[in-house]
């Protein structure tokens, strides 16, 4: 689940509980970026989450460089 805003502790904590990671603060060009590289669709609700195609991908890590925090 990628969002270009904050997401609060415990619908992250839902995500995490089903296995899918939390991506906050991204930015546009990486939010579609990451959709056609996951395979993954961009939508605004979940208002039918039974027709959202997630994407998918075998490993996301996050990494440290300074002070700021990357998604590799």
Do not use: N, W
């Not at 089903?18 to 990451?34: C, N, Q």
């Amino acid at each position: 689940y990628i969002r270009r805003q904050l997401i609060y502790d415990y619908p992250e904590q839902l995500f995490a509980d089903k296995g899918v990671m939390a991506i906050e603060h991204a930015d546009f060009e990486g939010v579609e970026r990451l959709a056609q590289v996951l395979g993954g669709e961009i939508v605004s609700t979940f208002d039918t989450p039974d027709k959202v195609r997630l994407g998918k991908c075998d490993l996301i890590e996050e990494v440290m460089i300074g002070e700021d925090k990357l998604i590799k």
